[in-house]
């Protein structure tokens, strides 16, 4: 059971050492019920990485996480251009804002079907797209093959996040960057 939360947030990692699909094993744990029930009754989810694959292997929210389109695991920083400023995980983050932020994984390649592509875009579900450092979003800056460079989306409540970088990985100017800490500060001061 899940004690009384504003946010539960899905770590990225290997769950159950993704044995099978990424994040189907970790789907069907007894806590993803409670998850799920906290999700459909306006609660927040933020699921990172491995923590995206769950979601969606969950129906929290539309799509798979397939692996990327050279079959190689890639770990590196790359730039993404946030869309939907209008939720408590992005509210004071400027639209088409480019951030860099790390990746690191094997099945980031996010597909969905043409209808449930539309009903994306129609609902202004896309978080973040993968883009170069101009901001464009072509084939060249898409480290994975994800569908339209979709780097993160949102479910159609927008109390449910999905992304495939690490913003936890970006969170000290003195390490790294700052650019990932911008979701954490978002949810803390619009979480309040």
């Known amino acids: 059971s899940l004690p009384k939360c504003d946010l539960v947030v899905l770590p990225g990692g290997f769950s159950y050492g993704d044995y099978l699909r990424c994040g189907s094993m970790a789907s069907k744990s007894k806590v993803m019920n409670e998850v799920v029930r906290h999700a459909n009754n306006g609660g927040y989810v933020f699921g990172i990485c491995n923590g995206f694959q769950v979601l969606t292997e969950s129906g929290l929210l539309p799509g798979a996480l397939l692996r990327n389109n050279k079959l190689k695991f890639i770990c590196k920083d790359v730039n993404v251009k946030t869309v939907n400023n209008q939720t408590v995980f992005t509210k004071k983050i400027s639209e088409n804002k480019i951030l860099t932020i790390p990746i690191a994984h094997n099945e980031g390649n996010y597909f969905c079907t043409k209808d449930q592509l539309k009903e994306i875009e129609d609902n ?3 978080a973040i797209y993968y883009c ?5 979003t072509e084939e060249k800056s898409n480290p994975n093959g994800s569908i339209k460079n979709i780097a993160g989306i949102f479910n159609k409540e927008k109390n449910v996040l999905g992304m495939m970088p690490h913003p936890e ?3 000290d100017p003195s390490l790294s960057g700052e650019d990932g800490s911008l979701f954490f500060n978002n949810l803390i001061n619009n979480l309040k």
């Open 124 to 126: 202004e579900q896309v």
């Open 132 to 136: 170069d450092k101009d901001g464009k």
């Open 169 to 171: 990985r970006m969170i």
